[in-house]
């Protein structure tokens, strides 16, 4: 009943950057939170930035403060993430994920996922 899906992934190189959006849609959904993760081959899912769907109360892992800058319309149901300065460990899947309730900092607390989007930084 809730769909979300991510968009604007792409092949850049260091120092460029890219704009992630993720809409949500499918039944009247209002979440606590919404997330970004990321996940590179053979590493584990871990979270980029989370935005509160009111409050506009943020957090950034250490690797993307000051680089990354994640926002929400809350009138077209839209969370985007942008992301400069990139380098190449920045290279993953970008996932965006929504809970029923309370959402921390782990993969395991969020509900609703989308497919994700590629993200590749060349040096």
């Known amino acids: 009943q809730v769909h979300l899906e991510e968009s604007g992934g792409g092949l850049v190189q260091a120092g460029g950057s890219l704009r992630l959006s993720c809409t949500i849609s499918?039944?009247?959904?209002?979440?606590?939170?919404m997330c970004w993760f990321r996940q590179a081959p053979g590493k584990y899912r871990v979270i980029v930035a989370r935005?509160?769907?009111?409050?506009?109360?943020?957090y950034y892992a250490d690797s993307v403060r000051g680089r990354f800058t994640i926002s929400r319309d809350i009138a077209t149901n839209t969370v985007y993430l942008r992301m400069n300065v990139l380098k190449p460990e920045d290279t993953a899947v970008y996932y965006c994920?929504?809970?029923?309730?309370?959402?921390?900092?782990?993969?395991?607390?969020?509900?609703?996922w989308g497919r994700g989007t590629q993200v590749t930084v060349s040096s």
């Open positions: 499918g039944r009247t959904f209002s979440p606590w939170s």
């Open positions: 994920a929504a809970p029923i309730g309370f959402g921390g900092l782990l993969p395991g607390d969020y509900d609703y």
């Open positions: 935005i509160f769907w009111s409050g506009d109360s943020t």
